[in-house]
């Protein structure tokens, strides 16, 4: 009966454990392993932007990855105005207020 008890008791907390932690995981998908080594220097057409996001900061090279419509990641510098036009303007829509 007590085995039960704290057998259920231990699975519920793995589970509680295993939820907690699967956002994170999500989150950090697109991180420490996605870094860029080469870049696009030219601008593909808006309309083909699907989103924009920024590589981990422990990233050597601090750059910009754009997924096509197509779900194919592209790398831009940092520096490159253009996809900073584009990231600013996405997360400008998208109106997130917990940007750090
Ligand atoms: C951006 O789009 C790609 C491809 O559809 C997707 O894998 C990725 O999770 C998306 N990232 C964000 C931050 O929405």
């Known amino acids: ?28 998908n697109t991180a420490p392993g996605n870094c860029c080594f080469k870049f696009f220097t030219q601008k ?10 920024k590589t981990h900061s422990s990233c050597q090279n601090q750059a910009f990855i754009v997924h096509t419509i197509r779900g194919i990641p592209i790398c831009f510098r940092e520096t490159f105005q253009w996809a900073r036009d584009i990231y600013s303007q996405q997360h400008y829509i998208v109106g997130s207020s917990q940007q750090l």
Do not use: D, H, Q, S
């Open 1 to 28: 009966m007590m085995k039960t008890l704290c057998f259920t008791l231990g699975l519920l907390l793995l589970t509680a454990c295993c939820c907690n932690a699967m956002p994170e995981a999500l989150k950090f």
């Open 44 to 53: 593909i057409p808006v309309k083909r932007v699907f989103n924009i996001t």
